[in-house]
């Protein structure tokens, strides 16, 4: 049995976060109506990567149920009351104010349904500052600081996914899970609020210390650390890049005697200390390069392994799809074909196997089947047997 069996969760859902919060509530056993408009969750759209249907669709989607309703006309905001009724969590991320305006705020559902969770999902939250602004990832990572700390020396970078939306799913979910503890021992719902600025502030909390109360924030320095060193990306003599991290001063020595064939540098009070080698990193990058530039990658690695120094190769997209640590599963698409994505990040190590979904649905595949459910003369029978 999956932990979240026999929960209701009604998404009025689009894009990526509130849809990740969701199929991580799918995976968990919850079931999930998606609620959509008729032209369907812009999502479907981004692209044609996954067998012809989105790539961005399939990996958020999978297990749910699709539900078109226009809930600004009387049959289907009926509709959705009788739904809202049932639910155990309640989740949107329409513009901030639009869920309220069609009658369907968190503080009205919560005071007619107390052990209702609602969740709303904002870009920037509800502040009259801020709730106008429109609120998309790269929006967020821009306004937030991320990309000012991302990317080379010259120029700035995209993180190369849709980290905010993705860290505010995440965090949407843990809240649905506090809350759904909370629920079990009060008995009563909770009213949470989740914007992507607020994820991507958060992560910024060291960059802003330094900036606040240090020398600074951060400056974008590549496939370095700002703050460790050696802790980069080198190359050797088949143009492949290495990444190194040096953690501690127990690893330094071991580093110049097995690595770099040269034990008297650990002595150098140049790189005494991880503070000393941040401060002198160019001529430390000098010598370690001078060195991995006459070696192959191989004996790069095998250096590394003997002195106990983590590494990683600098990966292509590709090479992931190789690589040893990657487990998959196969899941269906909106279309009906199947594509291999990763597998669920979550592993139960003592349920006997993964639990499987079904497909991501095909927009209002499912509109009919749970408007005669959730009829609200089929309720009122239910209710009377």
């Known amino acids: 049995m999956r932990p979240l069996e026999g929960l209701l969760v009604v998404s009025i859902e689009q894009a990526l976060a509130a849809p990740l919060c969701t199929a991580r509530l799918v995976e968990a056993g919850a079931r999930v109506i998606k ?5 369907g969750d812009f999502a479907r759209d981004y692209d044609r990567a996954a067998n012809g249907s989105s790539s961005y669709f399939t990996w958020t989607n999978q297990g749910k149920e699709s539900v078109v309703l226009n809930f600004r006309e009387h049959d289907d905001a009926e509709l959705l009351e009788q739904l809202l009724s049932k639910a ?13 305006r069609a009658g369907f705020g968190s503080e009205r559902l919560r005071r007619d349904y107390p052990r209702l969770i609602t969740l709303d999902i904002t870009g920037y939250g509800e502040s009259d500052a801020v709730s106008h602004l429109k609120a998309y990832d790269f929006l967020i990572q821009a306004e937030s600081g ?45 009213a949470l609020a989740v914007s992507l600025f607020d994820v991507a502030a958060d992560w910024m909390s060291v960059p802003l210390m330094h900036e606040e109360y240090g020398k600074g924030a951060p400056k974008r320095v590549g496939l370095k650390h700002p703050s460790m060193a050696p ?44 503070n000393d080698r941040v401060v002198h990193r160019d001529e430390l990058e000098q010598l370690i ?3 991995t530039r006459t070696i192959s990658q191989n004996e790069f690695k095998a250096r590394l392994s003997k002195a106990g120094i983590a ?8 090479a992931l799809g190789q690589h040893p640590a990657l487990r998959r599963r196969n899941v269906g698409t909106d279309s009906g074909s199947m594509v291999s994505i990763p597998a669920q990040p979550i592993r139960w190590l003592d349920a006997g196997g993964e639990a499987t ?29």
């Open 231 to 274: 802790y980069g990306a080198f190359e050797t003599n088949d143009g492949e890049l290495t990444l190194i991290s040096i953690q501690n001063n127990r690893e330094w020595p071991r580093f110049c005697d097995i690595v770099l064939s040269d034990p008297a540098l650990a002595d150098d009070a140049r790189f005494q200390s991880n």
């Open 289 to 291: 390069t001078s060195v």
């Open 146 to 190: 991320l990309t000012g700390i991302s990317g080379g020396v010259n120029e700035m970078g995209r993180i190369g996914v849709s980290i905010c939306d993705i860290g505010a799913g995440m965090t949407s979910h843990a809240a649905v899970l506090e809350a759904l503890l909370k629920r079990e021992r009060t008995g009563q719902g909770s």
């Open 88 to 100: 155990d969590v309640f989740v949107q991320n329409l513009a901030p104010g639009a869920i309220a």
């Open 311 to 318: 590494f990683g190769a600098v990966n292509s997209v590709a």
């Open 357 to 385: 979904t079904a497909a991501a649905p095909a927009t209002g595949s499912d509109t009919e089947r749970v408007r005669q459910e959730f009829s609200k003369q089929q309720l009122e029978e239910t209710s009377n047997v």
């Open 35 to 39: 609620v959509e408009r008729a032209e």
